[in-house]
């Protein structure tokens, strides 16, 4: 199954990750980082795997997301 | 053997262009303009013939930056213009001098303000010598009063930027670059073999861009934008122009030892200052001059020497009037300092010379 | 069988992993990243020699594991131009922004394109004038507010949105020129295939490529960034159209 890695310390909250997710399995942490931003966060759904498309590190401006396959 | 003539006329604009490939320039851009169009046109032909790039640019502006381009490179660069273009390349100036890049620009001077016309002038003494562009910077200025002069000067700016990374400016005037004089001849041949090419340099540039192959990425740059950076980027700045300063002033002293007028005078004007001190010595009026080689750093010692013992300086420039400035600054009150200068193309003469010469003497 | 997992994305080599200190959802990061993915598939970053304009990317260095050097504004191409000539085994690239490359730069732009240089540029169109609070650029749409246009861009004024790309694509020194964007994962797979041909054209010697980028500026266009990246393909593309001119 692919996998996200993201680096909440790199997260400057743009949510373009979100958005382009189509699964809609990443969303945003409650808590903030050191940036002081509420980064984001991969969140598991029942019966829904992530694809490993990448679309969300193609439009993370901040190199914020490792895919693996 | 046959007997070769040690010496040939040329123009000093194309004698200093020559210099420029016998000092291992290899890269040149320039834009037309009147009267240094001899400097390109010699460059667009000679430049292939040595393995090395002329570009004629799109303006000053564009030629400058190349330069900037191609010194950042590692090539020994330079570029021409004359006044108008000169006012249009100092972002450049500002920019290389900032980014510690060597370069030499001939500025072969004509009248100003605006377009003000195509004959010699000296009217950028300021420009030249006091900055120019933004920034506390300053250019080496070197002031040939000879075609020779200008040829050995040109090479001397080359070694000069080299040495100091930092921008030369051979100042001449319209006068200068259109007129023929004999010069000894040069001796391309007899370069080392590895000067001959585009990359030529002296020394090797341990802060050229050449791709960051086995070694840290290099960058060049002025943006400093941390809290004390710039200032310690530009005391570092000072800290060398301190040393150019105290190495590398450069005058010529005639009669110095028993004058009572020393008159003061650089480049083309020099010339007529000194045909006018040999008049006024042969007239009994015990007169000497001294010629300003380096314009920046000024040569100020031998003024506050003489500043006890002489009764005038008389600095003379075709010009309204600015390396006189330095000279005052340069006998800290010491002395008084009279003028005599004409603009917008009109070279003081002899006679003019003596006249004032006449009046001090009084 | 968790162990096995190969890495499918990750920052790639010649980019520092560094925090940028452009704003969030700028699109200047993605582009900074695409750069580096071609010049590292290429193998080419022992060779590559960057400049920087001035604007909001002036730090690119800071990001970029190559040499580097920062020029005048606007004067970018003639900086590559003197970089080029004197080094032609290397790959020269610059990096501009519309207020740099189609405003205080055209004619350096314009000349460096019909002298047919053998130059990579990555041209950064956001409409706006980042760096200095969101002035009008030469590429702002009518009707855009910006800080200096604030009833909006009017061309009785201010005159049309600067289609530098069109200009360039007709002379002939020019060999390469397509319009991309960053708006969308599919637009930024075309995108990073554009930048990689781009710099190809050069390894190949095949002269004058340009890469113009649809980029956005969330922060001067008063956007949330997915906001300003529909705004790239529902506004910005149809008066700045994607695709290959030349």
């Known amino acids: 199954m692919p996998k996200i890695k993201i680096n909440r310390e790199k997260c400057k909250a743009c949510y373009l990750c979100i958005a382009h997710c189509p699964k809609g399995l ?44 | 053997m ?63 930056n190349m330069v900037f381009g191609a010194s950042a490179a590692g090539t020994r660069a330079m570029t021409s213009s004359s006044s108008p273009g000169i006012s249009l390349k100092q972002e450049g100036i500002s920019y290389l001098a900032g980014c510690q890049l060597p370069a030499v620009i001939v500025n072969i001077m004509r009248g100003g303000p605006g377009l003000g016309n195509i004959a010699p002038a000296q009217s950028d003494y300021f420009q030249a010598t006091k900055g120019g562009g933004h920034g506390d910077y300053r250019c080496i200025v070197l002031a040939p009063s000879t075609v020779q ?12 930027a080299d040495k100091y ?13 259109q007129m023929m004089e004999p010069v000894e001849k040069f001796k391309m041949p007899a370069l080392p073999a590895g000067r001959q090419n585009l990359k030529c340099k002296t020394d090797k540039k341990l802060w ?65 200052a000194k045909e006018a001190m040999r008049e006024a010595r042969s007239h009994g009026i015990k007169v000497g001059l001294i010629r300003p080689i380096s314009l920046w750093p000024f040569p100020a010692e031998p003024f506050l020497k003489l500043s006890g013992k002489i009764k005038r300086f008389l600095v003379v420039e075709m010009s309204a009037g600015q390396m006189i400035e330095d000279v005052r600054l340069a006998v800290e009150g010491r002395a008084k300092v009279d003028f005599y200068g004409r603009t917008g193309g009109s070279i003081p003469s002899k006679e003019e010379i003596l006249r004032q010469i006449t009046l001090i003497n009084k | 069988m968790k162990k096995n997992k190969q890495k499918f994305f990750s920052r790639p080599e010649s980019m520092y992993d560094r925090l940028t200190h452009y704003c969030p959802g700028c699109g200047h990061g993605i582009i900074h990243r695409l750069i580096c993915e071609a010049v590292d598939e290429l193998k080419i970053r022992e060779k590559v020699i960057a400049i920087a304009p001035v604007g909001c990317a002036v730090l690119a260095y800071d990001y970029w594991d190559f040499d580097c050097i920062e020029a005048a504004h606007g004067r970018a191409l003639a900086v590559a131009t003197g970089i080029k000539r004197v080094r032609p085994e290397n790959i020269v690239f610059t990096y501009q922004g519309d207020g740099d490359l189609a405003a205080i730069g055209t004619a350096e732009t314009i000349h460096t394109a019909n002298r047919g240089e053998n130059l990579t540029v990555i041209f950064v169109n956001n409409a706006v004038y980042g760096m200095t609070g969101g ?16 009833r909006g861009r009017d061309n009785k004024n201010e005159g049309f949105p600067l289609k530098i790309s069109e200009m360039l694509a007709i002379l002939d020194g020019v060999k390469y020129v397509e319009r991309v964007s960053v708006s969308s994962p599919q637009e930024i797979i075309k995108a990073k295939k554009a930048v990689k041909q781009a710099f190809q054209n050069q390894v190949d010697g095949l002269g004058f490529s340009l890469v113009e980028v649809l980029s956005s500026c969330p922060t001067y266009w008063g956007m949330k960034p997915k906001q300003a990246m529909d705004w790239i393909k529902e506004v910005m593309a149809k008066r700045f159209p994607l695709g290959r001119l030349k």
């Open chain 1, 26 to 69: 990443i969303v945003i942490d409650s808590e903030l980082n050191k940036m002081g931003v509420k980064p984001v966060k991969f969140q598991k759904k029942k019966d829904v795997d992530c694809i490993g498309c990448a679309f969300c590190a193609l439009v993370c401006p901040d190199c914020g997301i490792e895919v693996f396959k």
């Open chain 2, 208 to 272: 050229e861009l050449s791709g960051a192959k086995n070694r840290k990425p290099r960058i060049i740059r002025s943006l400093f934008l941390g809290e004390g950076v710039l200032e310690n980027w530009n005391k570092a700045l000072q800290n060398k122009y301190r040393k150019i300063e105290s190495e590398e002033k450069r005058y010529e002293g005639f009669h110095l030892d028993d004058s009572k007028i020393i008159l003061v005078a650089y480049g083309t004007m020099a010339r007529v």
């Open chain 3, 135 to 150: 002035q009008m650029a030469p590429t702002t749409l009518l009707g855009q507010k910006t800080a200096t246009t604030p």
């Open chain 2, 2 to 64: 046959s007997k070769e003539a040690k010496k040939f006329l040329i123009t000093g604009n194309e004698a200093i262009a020559e210099a420029a490939i016998q000092a291992g320039c290899r890269f040149y851009a320039g834009y037309p303009i009147t009267p240094q169009n001899e400097v390109p046109t010699y460059m667009s032909r000679r430049m292939p013939e040595v393995g090395g790039v002329f570009i004629q640019a799109e303006s000053e502006l564009a030629a400058i």
């Open chain 2, 165 to 177: 990374r930092n921008p030369v400016i051979v100042l001449g005037d319209g006068m200068l670059g």
């Open chain 2, 149 to 160: 002069e200008a040829v050995d000067l040109t090479a001397l700016a080359f070694d000069l």
